[in-house]
């Protein structure tokens, strides 16, 4: 896999994920619970701004002398007994990865849950080379079974049901109980016991490196991260170049964000600090440590107006408040990075050329603006991103350039102008229920088949204004 | 070579940001705000202890408050409360200061007790996987969210409060602090004054779960399924 998750057109998908009533209802209520949470922990504090105030600050520091932080980082990993890997591409990250795994002739790989790593296709290539790579996290190890991409950042099983996934574990692993989540979870945690014992390396992805100390911090809730870092003897981190921190004072900082903004706990169940190599006479831990730093277009981003989309700590608050999202949910936007902060940085990393609708997935409400822990201004940004598609890059999606050329023709000629907005509610009369256009006619079916299209007023803005005039002439000579 | 390929990927950033590489000089700057100090300011050791026990409800945790005469007695009636047979504990200098050795020795009696024994290496990890109950002292303990701070080392294994189905923490009262910012703040200022960071720090907030299965939160999916903190006065 890499950042985007396949080659269906971007009006099948939407088609897709609208008739999914299980999905969408799943969505809905996922972004409540958590916006909810997020919501309540905001207050409880009293003073979240100053929180998001200071979560912006140290992202914006640390981005701006980010050469100098991964130097100290790289420094710190090699004196703690670690390895350090540069890697400009997914190529050169993987084909390190699967060097080290062939040199240790490992048969099996354990992984926690990271975004990195599927974005460069890390499975894929380890599977090529002949090593069994398993899934540890939950949701993960669901979809790993069903060959199925995650559809949200921190719950990426959202989109499956329980039926859905006893019949995968049914299918896959001869399980032969209910459906209830604490059988299906039993089993897992059977199968995958198994799985981190015997496992010859760990790999896992990074919430933040501190760049004083070596440590990397991983932040979840089933405490399977701290298996993969535990057991297996051949540990490695990858992380996405930005994922840094000056200090263990900067990461509580973070890390608190994260996981009030993410699910509304104030810390989930395990954050785990690891600092390269385990020392004399430890037992669990690795005893031999590799860090894999990955830029694949990262940099390109440094340096222009959208440097801060590489603030985001991937908390997916803006997930949790998209009402684009809840509609069409993470499969829509063919990309591992769903929701507003996938429609800014997906077209960042991998070009406009295969993502240049998704900036257009968005209502433009501003609630993931509002909503995000270290203020990256993602509808102005999804706002640029549209100006660029448009003035330079000449690749406005098609159905909005027939609209507009329409639009530009109708509007540029006064007397068609001044007749169709004069009739346009008698026109549009058959369509309409309840003030609202339903599956319009023309080019206003794209549009209604997602949206909805107020139906034209009795009178036309311009009949209103001259009236409008004419009253305030009169009251002026009265 | 332990590191490799730095000096291009970081000049390449250097260069996007428009200028020459830093690989000295830079300083954190006085942030605007500081609102984490803020969380707790001021509250007593008691009132810390009152908000970890009603944190505890919300993580799924036991909480018990004790005495240090009392820790052997409060410890062995958690085990049996858990119906578990066998043990594995911390090789912890703290058990001998809290009456924990001499327990231990008794509760031997009658469970399958284990204190980690780094000569044996890996077989501490079989022997943990199979435990009913890990007990250890809790190195920082965050009032705010019902946390225990783990700094693991030779003789006190990650494995002994993930493995094992249940785990005990204990938590000495001055151990307890507002929140997660002091704790971040001793391991810097301790790295600072050139004492090495331990190899793995663990925040344990109450029992492993998770909410991949239709959003049900679900307790014990990787590590314990119970957890019970003891706080000793």
């Given at each position: 896999m890499s950042v985007k998750i396949g080659d269906v057109s971007y009006k099948d998908r939407i088609d897709k994920g609208i008739e999914n009533d299980f999905m969408r209802q799943a969505v809905s209520s996922a972004q409540g619970r958590f916006r909810k949470g997020r919501l309540s922990q905001a207050e409880e504090l009293g003073n979240w701004e100053d929180w998001r105030q200071l979560g912006s600050e140290i992202r914006t520091h640390t981005l701006e002398n980010i050469d100098y932080y991964l130097y100290q980082l790289s420094e710190q990993v090699e004196k703690r007994g670690g390895n350090v890997f540069f890697a400009q591409t997914a190529e050169e990250a993987n084909e390190y990865i699967e060097n080290v795994v062939k040199k240790k002739q490992a048969k099996k790989v354990v992984k926690t849950k990271s975004m990195v790593t599927e974005e460069i296709g890390l499975n894929e290539a380890l599977e090529k080379s002949g090593a069994e790579v398993v899934e540890s996290d939950l949701g993960e190890w669901i979809l790993q079974l069903d060959e199925d991409p995650p559809?949200?950042?921190?719950?990426?099983?959202?989109?499956?049901n329980r039926q859905q996934i006893r019949e995968t574990f049914a299918d896959k692993r001869g399980y032969d109980k209910t459906d209830s989540p604490e059988e299906l979870a039993a089993f897992a945690r059977e199968q995958l016991r198994h799985d981190f014992l015997t496992a010859d390396v760990g790999i896992t992805g990074c919430n933040f490196a501190i760049a004083e100390s070596g440590a990397i911090t991983l932040v979840t809730n089933e405490g399977n991260a701290e298996m993969v870092t535990s057991l297996p003897d051949t540990q490695i981190t990858v992380m996405g170049?930005?994922?840094?921190?000056?200090t263990w004072e900067d990461m509580e900082v973070l890390v608190s964000l994260l996981t009030r903004a993410a699910v509304g706990q104030k810390l989930t169940s395990y954050i785990t600090a690891y600092t390269g190599t385990r020392l004399e006479e430890e037992i669990d831990g690795p005893n031999d440590y590799h860090l894999v730093i990955v830029d694949n277009g990262r940099s390109k981003i440094l340096g222009t107006e959208f440097q801060s989309a590489l603030h985001c700590i991937r908390c997916a608050a803006c997930i949790n408040v998209c009402p684009v999202y809840r509609h069409v949910g993470g499969h829509a936007y063919n990309s591992i990075y769903p929701g507003p902060i996938g429609a800014v940085l997906t077209p960042l990393l991998d070009g406009y050329d295969d993502h240049k609708e998704l900036p257009y997935a968005s209502s433009l409400c501003a609630a993931c603006t509002e909503a995000c822990p270290v203020k990256i201004p993602l509808h102005e940004q999804l706002i640029r991103h549209r100006e660029i598609i448009v003035e330079e890059e000449k690749k406005s999606p098609v159905s909005e350039k027939i609209m507009m050329k329409g639009f530009a023709q109708w509007a540029s000629n006064p007397a068609a102008y001044k007749l169709s907005t004069k009739v346009a509610r008698t026109a549009l009369k058959p369509w309409t229920k309840d003030e609202f256009v339903e599956n319009g006619p023309g080019p206003l079916k794209g549009w209604t088949d997602v949206r909805d299209f107020p139906a034209p007023g009795k009178q036309s803005f311009r009949a209103w204004w001259n009236e409008r005039a004419k009253g305030e002439k009169q009251n002026a000579n009265s | 070579m332990p590191i490799h390929n730095r000096d291009k990927f970081l000049s390449n950033l250097a260069a996007n940001l428009g200028r020459p590489r830093k690989i000295e000089g830079v300083e954190r700057p006085e942030y605007s705000v500081q609102p984490q100090y803020e969380v707790l300011q001021g509250a007593s050791q008691d009132e810390l202890i009152d908000v970890l026990e009603k944190h505890c409800e919300v993580i799924h945790t036991d909480f018990v408050r004790t005495s240090k005469q009392e820790l052997p007695n409060v410890v062995r009636q958690t085990i049996d409360r858990y119906e578990a047979k066998s043990i594995i504990v911390s090789n912890d200098k703290r058990n001998v200061e809290y009456g924990m050795d001499q327990a231990y020795n008794q509760y031997a009696e009658e469970l399958d007790m284990h204190i980690w024994d780094a000569s044996i290496g890996k077989e501490n990890q079989v022997i943990a996987e199979k435990a009913d109950v890990g007990i250890s002292f809790s190195d920082i303990t965050l009032a705010e969210s019902g946390t225990v701070t783990l700094k693991n080392d030779k003789n006190n294994g990650r494995s002994i409060s993930l493995m094992p189905k249940s785990y005990i923490a204990i938590i000495p009262?001055?151990?307890?602090?507002?929140?997660m910012t002091q704790a971040a703040k001793q391991i810097h200022d301790d790295h600072v004054n050139g004492i090495e960071t331990p190899s793995s720090v663990c925040f344990v907030t109450g029992p492993s779960n998770s909410a991949d299965i239709e959003m049900n939160l679900i307790v014990g999916v990787h590590g314990p399924v119970n957890v019970t903190y003891i706080v000793v006065d």
């Open positions: 559809s949200h950042i921190v719950t990426p099983a959202l989109h499956k170049m930005e994922r840094l921190v000056p | 009262k001055e151990t307890i602090v507002p929140r």
